[in-house]
Structure formats: C-alpha cells, structure tokens
C-alpha cells in the first residue's frame, strides 16, 4: 500500500510495502505469454483488418475493459507532470508503437519484424542505465546479449526472406517507441499506480488512433466474426491484463531488467506457434529460443547471486 504525499502533484508512492519477491515475477510472466499470444492473433486478424483499424480497435477494447475496472475501485488519479508523462507513453507506446509494428508486419517477415523490435529492450537497458541511472549490471548486459543472439537465431530460422525498405523503417519506428514508452511509464509510476496508469495510457493510445475510426467501422462491418474476435481478445487479454500486469512488474523492477524480460516473447511465440498452428519451427528457431530463455534468466538473477555460482559457492 502506498503512502500519499500531501502535494498535489507529488508522488502517490513514496513509501512501499515490501512486495514478495515471487508477484513482480509472476507479473512479468503473465505479460510476457499473453504478448506472445498476440503476435498469433495479429497474422490471423491482419488478414482481415488494416494496421490503423486493428490498433484503434484493440485499444478500444482495453480502454473499455480497463474502464469498467476503475469504476469499481477507488483511484486516486495522475496530475500535473505525471498526468503528461502518462498519456505521453500512452500515445507513443501503447498508439503509435502498436501502429507501426502492425504496419510493419505487412512489408516483413516475422523473423525480421522479431529481431528489429528485438533492438527496444537494448535501448531500454542502455537509455534507463544513463537516464534513470539504473547502471549496467553485468548480468543485465550478459543477459541482453545471450538473449538477443537468441532472437538473431529465431530470426534467421523463420525468415522467408520477405522485406522491404518501408518495413524495416516502420520496424525500427516501432523499437524506439517501444524504448521511450517504457521509460517514461517508468517516471511515470513514481508519482501513480499501475491501474490509473494503464488505463489512462490505453485511452491516450486510443485516442492517438482515433483517425483510423471510419476505416474500423468500414472493417467490421465485413469482416468475419473470427476476425473480430480477435480483436476482442487482443483488447482484453494481450492489452488490457498485459499492460496493467506490465505495469505491476516495472512498478517493482528496474526498466532494464524487466525490457530484458521480453525476450521470452520470441521464445513463446515460437512454440505457440507450434502448437496452435501446427507450424514446426526450424531447428535454428529452437536455440535461439533457448538462448532467449538462458539470457533472460541471467538477466534476472543480481549481481552478488551470479558471481557466488560463478566461483562454485552456495548461495546463502
């Protein structure tokens, strides 16, 4: 439970109760299975619904769901500064960042789309290392490395060969949104709570898509149902449980770590992909996924606690 400043816009949080350990953890989980589950929902509904149609109406999904949330607890809302850098993320991350990379994944492959966006949670270490002065672990950047020579692999392994100029643009577009997203929700969750800032997030994203309005409204009026469904479930589960479980988790984390939690992504998608849609992935797919998996648990385990295994001593 946080304490509340007396400021009108101080931070709502300036004392927290100890959390376990294990929740931030199951947190990141949670977002990281239903994120990969959204890359299979995309090439289904991408058929069937255009890049600006598909964000707007994913997040207005959320934005609903989310909206019924608050309403049914007592929330102390964002102000001053904080309000900004909320909906400053929300548009960039949760609006334009889902945007380009729904746009990307027309022009690219999703081997080549995987490891461009691969690329955010690099910034992420190096920018929150230097902005936030979160530093430079060693098992961070060990991590980062081992994992995203895992999504190299993934990506080499499921690559068709499909890319264009315009995609790798939009791609890399969508990696430095995804980066300043994540830091500014980070400053962000100093001075609110990880519902108001979700939720507040979701609407500012939304409205950030607001001019694909005509063409969702033209798009679901022909679309199948399957298709619409989709979209539904990315709204509620990839979006709205995600992202608010996301903020949880970088509520209780460094920015660093918990970017560096995302590649997992890679590793889920491929064997979800495996298993819903009976697509066995090459053999190069499943180092790299374990690369991915290697990386991102050194990447979680603190400084002192890899050296002890390191030298061969029991940790106490």
Not at 20 to 25: E, I, R, Y
Not at 58 to 72: E, I, Q, S
Not at 175 to 188: D, E, P, R
Not at 228 to 248: H, K, Q
């Amino acid at each position: 439970m946080a304490v509340a400043s007396t400021r009108p816009d101080g931070p709502l949080t300036t004392q927290r109760r100890a959390t376990p350990g294990a929740l931030p953890l199951l947190a990141a989980g949670v977002t990281m299975l239903l994120w990969a589950s959204a890359f299979i929902a995309i090439r289904a509904v991408g058929e069937h619904y255009s890049p600006g149609a598909m964000a707007l109406g994913r997040l207005t999904v959320g934005g609903l769901a989310l909206t019924a949330v608050a309403a049914l607890r007592p929330l102390t809302l964002p102000r001053g500064r904080t309000l900004g850098l909320v909906i400053a993320y929300g548009a960039l991350w949760f609006g334009l960042y889902t945007l380009s990379l729904n746009a990307a994944e027309r022009h690219l492959d999703a081997g080549t789309a995987a490891l461009i966006v691969g690329l955010g949670p690099i910034l992420i270490a190096v920018l929150a290392g230097i902005w936030l002065r979160e530093g430079f672990p060693r098992g961070l950047v060990t991590g980062v490395v081992i994992a995203f020579a895992g999504v190299l692999a993934i990506g080499i392994g499921t690559s068709t060969g499909q890319r264009t100029t315009v995609g790798v643009l939009l791609a890399l577009a969508a990696a430095g949104l995804y980066a300043v997203g994540v830091l500014l929700q980070k400053q962000a969750l100093a001075g609110t709570q990880p519902l108001p800032a979700t939720w507040l997030g979701c609407l500012a994203g939304a409205l950030a898509c607001l001019p694909f309005a005509p063409a969702l409204v033209r798009e679901v009026a022909t679309a199948p149902a399957t298709a619409t469904l989709g979209i539904v479930y990315m709204g509620l589960f990839p979006t709205a449980i995600a992202f608010l479980t996301w903020s949880y988790a970088l509520s209780h984390t460094s920015a660093g770590r918990l970017a560096a939690s995302s590649y997992v992504v890679p590793a889920l998608t491929v064997v979800l992909s495996w298993l819903l849609l009976d697509e066995v992935p090459a053999p190069l797919a499943f180092i790299g996924g374990a690369l991915c998996l290697i990386g991102v648990a050194i990447s979680r385990l603190p400084d002192g606690f890899r050296l002890r295994l390191m030298s061969g001593r029991t940790p106490s």
